[in-house]
């Protein structure tokens, strides 16, 4: 390829990771920077509405399609691995709450493993740093970053009942589980800003997309790392059915996620060498990891009917949603600028254990809500999860 083709930096995927490296890394305008992403751009309103993601968890909208393998302990079904195929990733996807994780967790991966750079302390500045949190700055928190953040403002009387039903079995509260104290029952936190998904393509990418650097390239899906002896020089890229190349004269940047990352690697002849040779992939590098050891929650969904009836049923009958996903879109206001739920617990399964090993979250609406309109469509059962 001709030198005036290559770049500087290539970026595979434009998912948080990916965004954030995109805006980092063009910031210096000498730097030639293209990012490869295999969606397209994010531009459906339900992504930005916050209350657009019910439907998109309900029709798998903008994702990868990934299932498990057949899991012996769930009767040998296939569950939904969720992956946001979009620029910004599963960050333009997922359900908006903000949990950073257990300062335990990370003093773990620093003493067992030897990770002092991933130890709390070493984190905890660039949690700061990329945040905008509505409490403003403290010892824990930032108040000058791209990402907003802000607790959940939805308002039902369930989510009341369900707080003091867990202070009055002995389970303390937490007025912020991302500060001092996680263990306890506290307000959702949620990575919306002025009534809108804050992705990290509306926090990160967005803001770099005027410099001249920096090129964006959607509905790329990468299918080869390029390598000099072990150097990663260039990657391969089908667009429109094309099959390109373009070449990298500093980096080769895998953003591609937790399944596509590993995949790639794979595809481009690096783990198992039995298992690539069975594929007929030429080796790279023999590295047995890659692909193995994929750790995921566990959600275990308890549905309830309601037997008085919430502030969500009325305000999905069909003519007030639509003002309201409009005026959520148009302003940032109202009903459709939050989701319905808002609660979360953090607490221990048995007293001797040190950190929390569950998470509690209420959602104040079913799962299966949809619009409706009487006599053309009739209302859901009332309920939560």
């Given at each position: 390829m001709a030198a005036s083709n290559n770049v500087d930096y290539i970026i595979i995927g434009a998912g948080s990771a990916g965004c954030t490296l995109a805006n980092r890394l063009s910031a210096d305008p000498a730097a030639r920077v293209l990012?490869?992403?295999?969606?397209?751009?994010?531009r459906d309103p339900l992504i930005h509405i916050p209350l657009g993601w019910g439907k998109i968890l309900q029709?798998?909208?903008?994702?990868?399609?990934?299932?498990s393998e057949p899991e012996p302990n769930v009767d040998n079904r296939r569950v939904e691995c969720a992956r946001g195929k979009v620029v910004g990733g599963s960050s333009s996807t997922n359900a908006m709450a903000y949990v950073r994780g257990n300062r335990g967790d990370y003093e773990h991966w620093a003493q067992a493993y030897g990770l002092h750079d991933w130890s709390y302390d070493q984190v905890l500045p660039y949690f700061r740093r990329q945040e905008t949190w509505e409490g403003g700055a403290d010892e824990f928190r930032g108040d000058s970053g791209p990402l907003g953040t802000q607790t959940c403002k939805y308002q039902d009387s369930l989510l009341d009942a369900f707080i003091q039903s867990g202070l009055d079995a002995g389970h303390g509260w937490t007025d912020d589980y991302n500060g001092q104290q996680q263990e306890g029952f506290g307000r959702l936190q949620m990575t919306i800003r002025n009534g809108r998904r804050c992705s990290g393509a509306s926090a990160y990418l967005r803001p770099a997309l005027q410099r001249s650097n920096l090129q964006i390239k959607v509905k790329a899906l990468v299918t080869r790392i390029l390598f000099e002896g072990q150097r990663a020089v260039g990657v391969e890229y089908s667009i429109n059915n094309r099959r390109q190349r373009v070449y990298a004269e500093r980096e080769v940047i895998l953003a591609g996620g937790v399944i596509n990352s590993p995949q790639l690697l794979m595809l481009s002849g690096i783990g198992a060498a039995d298992e690539l040779q069975q594929h007929g992939i030429e080796v790279t590098a023999d590295l047995p990891g890659v692909g193995k050891n994929l750790q995921d929650h566990v959600s275990v969904i308890l549905m309830y009917a309601r037997k008085q009836p919430g502030p969500f049923l009325p305000m999905l009958r069909a003519d007030r949603i639509v003002r309201e996903m409009a005026r959520a879109y148009l302003t940032g206001t109202g009903f459709a600028a939050d989701v319905p739920g808002g609660v979360t617990?953090?607490?221990k399964s048995r007293s001797d254990l040190t950190?929390?090993?569950i998470q509690f979250l209420l959602t104040a609406a079913p799962l299966a809500a949809h619009p409706y309109l009487r006599p053309f469509k009739q209302p859901f059962p009332d309920g939560f999860a």
């Amino acid at each position: 390829m001709a030198a005036s083709n290559n770049v500087d930096y290539i970026i595979i995927g434009a998912g948080s990771a990916g965004c954030t490296l995109a805006n980092r890394l063009s910031a210096d305008p000498a730097a030639r920077v293209l990012v490869l992403e295999a969606g397209g751009w994010d531009r459906d309103p339900l992504i930005h509405i916050p209350l657009g993601w019910g439907k998109i968890l309900q029709k798998r909208l903008h994702d990868w399609m990934y299932f498990s393998e057949p899991e012996p302990n769930v009767d040998n079904r296939r569950v939904e691995c969720a992956r946001g195929k979009v620029v910004g990733g599963s960050s333009s996807t997922n359900a908006m709450a903000y949990v950073r994780g257990n300062r335990g967790d990370y003093e773990h991966w620093a003493q067992a493993y030897g990770l002092h750079d991933w130890s709390y302390d070493q984190v905890l500045p660039y949690f700061r740093r990329q945040e905008t949190w509505e409490g403003g700055a403290d010892e824990f928190r930032g108040d000058s970053g791209p990402l907003g953040t802000q607790t959940c403002k939805y308002q039902d009387s369930l989510l009341d009942a369900f707080i003091q039903s867990g202070l009055d079995a002995g389970h303390g509260w937490t007025d912020d589980y991302n500060g001092q104290q996680q263990e306890g029952f506290g307000r959702l936190q949620m990575t919306i800003r002025n009534g809108r998904r804050c992705s990290g393509a509306s926090a990160y990418l967005r803001p770099a997309l005027q410099r001249s650097n920096l090129q964006i390239k959607v509905k790329a899906l990468v299918t080869r790392i390029l390598f000099e002896g072990q150097r990663a020089v260039g990657v391969e890229y089908s667009i429109n059915n094309r099959r390109q190349r373009v070449y990298a004269e500093r980096e080769v940047i895998l953003a591609g996620g937790v399944i596509n990352s590993p995949q790639l690697l794979m595809l481009s002849g690096i783990g198992a060498a039995d298992e690539l040779q069975q594929h007929g992939i030429e080796v790279t590098a023999d590295l047995p990891g890659v692909g193995k050891n994929l750790q995921d929650h566990v959600s275990v969904i308890l549905m309830y009917a309601r037997k008085q009836p919430g502030p969500f049923l009325p305000m999905l009958r069909a003519d007030r949603i639509v003002r309201e996903m409009a005026r959520a879109y148009l302003t940032g206001t109202g009903f459709a600028a939050d989701v319905p739920g808002g609660v979360t617990a953090f607490l221990k399964s048995r007293s001797d254990l040190t950190l929390p090993d569950i998470q509690f979250l209420l959602t104040a609406a079913p799962l299966a809500a949809h619009p409706y309109l009487r006599p053309f469509k009739q209302p859901f059962p009332d309920g939560f999860a």
